[in-house]
């Protein structure tokens, strides 16, 4: 069994060890949890990763990701669910995250640079390293259902960031979306995506972030 799985066995009887014998409170048991979970999710993502490098997203099985993982089928489901899920990560914790930086920003700023200061929230995460983020993109890239299925997690954000953008455009959120409020959102995360798509095709040479503001620039020309 690799290493970090193997701690966090042990951790785990630690853990039950120190509630039976000394009462450790719930909030120190859930945090080390969440602890061990993520060591667990962060096990299977670069076990599964090796696997989609070296052979491909479509030619890698479940299966083998838990063999690699060294864990059970069954565990994988529960932590990873599918192939996709484990690529794509908690996309929706992505967008509450950029959901957050967006209504901290200062209440002047228009919603443009808002919204792209909020967005590099993603960027400062440092699980995304530039590696990760390439070879990841690069799936995307060349695997149509993958694609497919970022698409349909990412309509999620709409919902989170759009009635943010109305508050700065002066508009009362709720019922029907205002249109250009929709349409900055939208075309916003079409910037980031086309940005993140160039940058592969250039073999991950250059600045994304640059790239993200000059397809910025191109839209609000």
């Not at 205002?178 to 995360?189: K, R, Y």
Request: glycine letters at 8%; aromatic letters at 6%.
């Amino acid at each position: 069994m690799p290493g970090t799985l193997r701690q966090v066995g042990t951790v785990c009887q630690i853990s039950l060890f120190c509630q039976k014998r000394y009462g450790c409170c719930m909030v120190e048991r859930g945090s080390l949890r969440e602890r061990n979970r993520r060591a667990v999710e962060r096990e299977i993502s670069e076990a599964a990763m090796r696997l989609f490098v070296n052979q491909g997203f479509d030619a890698t099985t479940t299966d083998q990701i838990a063999a690699e993982a060294g864990i059970s089928p069954r565990s994988l489901f529960r932590y990873a669910g599918t192939k996709e899920d484990i690529v794509l990560g908690d996309m929706l914790n992505a967008g509450r995250a950029v959901q957050a930086a967006l209504r901290d920003r200062p209440a002047e700023e228009g919603p443009w640079e808002a919204l792209r200061a909020a967005l590099q929230v993603l960027a400062d995460d440092p699980a995304n390293t530039s590696e990760r983020v390439f070879r990841i993109a690069e799936m995307f890239l060349h695997t149509p259902a993958l694609r497919a299925r970022r698409l349909e997690k990412r309509l999620g954000w709409l919902d989170l960031l759009v009635p943010e953008v109305e508050r700065r455009l002066g508009r009362a959120p709720g019922g029907v979306p205002d249109p250009a409020a929709h349409a900055i959102v939208s075309c916003a995360l079409a910037c980031l995506d086309t940005a993140t798509e160039v940058w592969v095709r250039r073999g991950g040479q250059g600045d994304p972030t640059e790239i993200f503001d000059a397809a910025i620039r191109a839209v609000r020309a």
